[in-house]
């Protein structure tokens, strides 16, 4: 599956921090984790957030959640849509999140 990931930035508004990302494995839950391979052109926003808990989103469909980016490595993709692309530098990034909200969580978080 291929996604962007957008963070809560101080304004209020939901930024765009990685596009696209290729997520290898999904479990958007409470406790759940994300692995995503990006492109390491396309990963300079994920650097600062490295270790620090933040509000995420990937889906309008979807509701955001409270995570902390807890890897960002270099590796070879295994991620299918990538197969024509191996030869530009790939980041794999794991993501646990730990916190999905709900929607009167959504309803209440700071403009």
């Not at 599956?1 to 997520?23: E, K, Q, R, W």
């Not at 052109?41 to 469909?61: E, K």
């Not at 955001?64 to 197969?83: A, K, Q, Y």
Request: include cysteine; charge should be negative.
């Amino acid at each position: 599956m291929m996604a962007a990931l957008s963070y809560h930035h101080a304004d209020g508004v939901f930024v765009l921090c990685a596009s696209p990302i290729f997520v290898t494995s999904a479990e958007i839950r409470d406790n759940g984790l994300l692995v995503f391979e990006v492109f390491d052109a396309d990963s300079c926003m994920l650097t600062p957030l490295l270790g620090v808990p933040t509000l995420f989103g990937m889906d309008p469909a979807q509701p955001p959640f409270w995570g902390v980016l807890t890897s960002l490595i270099p590796c070879e993709s295994t991620h299918l849509d990538l197969r024509l692309l191996r030869d530009r530098p790939t980041l794999r990034a794991e993501l646990r999140i730990e916190k999905v909200l709900t929607s009167r969580d959504v309803s209440s978080t700071p403009n």
